[in-house]
Structures are given as structure tokens and as C-alpha cells.
Nanobody, 122 residues
Framework: QVQLVESGGGLVQAGGSLRLSCAAS????????MAWFRQAPGKEREFVAA????????YYADSVKGRFTISRDNDKNTVSLQMNSLKPEDTAVYYC???????????????WGPGTQVTVSS
């Protein structure tokens, strides 16, 4: 099992940056694929970014490509999401997720953090 806790959310102006972190505990973190999802009010949860267990491959939603960067540190059991050039439409609760299978839908990830709020003002 993997336990996840996100941090780093907050309020930022459009064009600004935030760095989200996800602290993981559990023996299977190093072999887990990790992802970030987000859910805005009244909208369905959507995929943001993913990184395979070894950190050598990353994947992004088209809406964040070129602005967001996902990374992981297997020695520190953390995964991060650097978010630059933020837009009001990036406002959402951001969730960290872990699982044995890499995918772009939430059903591929059995482990989730409680989420952290990101608000981008215009």
C-alpha cells in the first residue's frame, strides 16, 4: 500500500507559479507509477500528468503541456508538480495518485491523497 499527502497549494495570480509536492509512505512507492489529477467545481476529475516508477518517462494533458513539469525523487519518496504560467482555468483541487499500472484515467490508480486546493486569480 501507499499513503499519499499533497502540499503546496494556494492562491496565485495568473501567470504565476506554484510547486505541489506529494509525500508518500509505504514500501511500494518506488515501484509505483504516479500521477496528478485535478477536479474543478462542477467538473469531472481530469488527468494532469504522470510519471513512471523509474522517472524516465512523463506524460501530460494537452492543456498543461509546456507549463507543468512532473518529477519524482525515489530516495525521498516524493513526487512534485511544478506549475508555471498558471491560468484561472487551472483552478481546481489537485490530487496525487499512485498505482501499479500507468494510465490517464483515475480508475488506474488505487491510492489517492486528500487533495490540495489551487486557486488562480485573474
Amino acid at each position: 500500500q501507499v499513503q499519499l499527502v499533497e502540499s503546496g497549494g494556494g492562491l496565485v495570480q495568473a501567470g504565476g507559479s506554484l510547486r505541489l509536492s506529494c509525500a508518500a509512505s509505504g514500501r511500494t512507492f518506488r515501484s509505483s507509477n504516479m500521477a496528478w489529477f485535478r477536479q474543478a467545481p462542477g467538473k469531472e476529475r481530469e488527468f494532469v500528468a504522470a510519471i513512471i516508477w523509474g522517472g524516465t518517462s512523463t506524460y501530460y494533458a494537452d492543456s498543461v503541456k509546456g507549463r507543468f513539469t512532473i518529477s519524482r525523487d525515489n530516495d525521498k519518496n516524493t513526487v512534485s508538480l511544478q506549475m508555471n504560467s498558471l491560468k484561472p482555468e487551472d483552478t481546481a483541487v489537485y490530487y496525487c495518485a499512485a498505482g501499479p499500472v500507468l494510465g490517464f484515467t483515475g480508475d488506474k490508480y488505487p491510492y489517492w491523497g486528500p487533495g490540495t486546493q489551487v486557486t488562480v486569480s485573474s
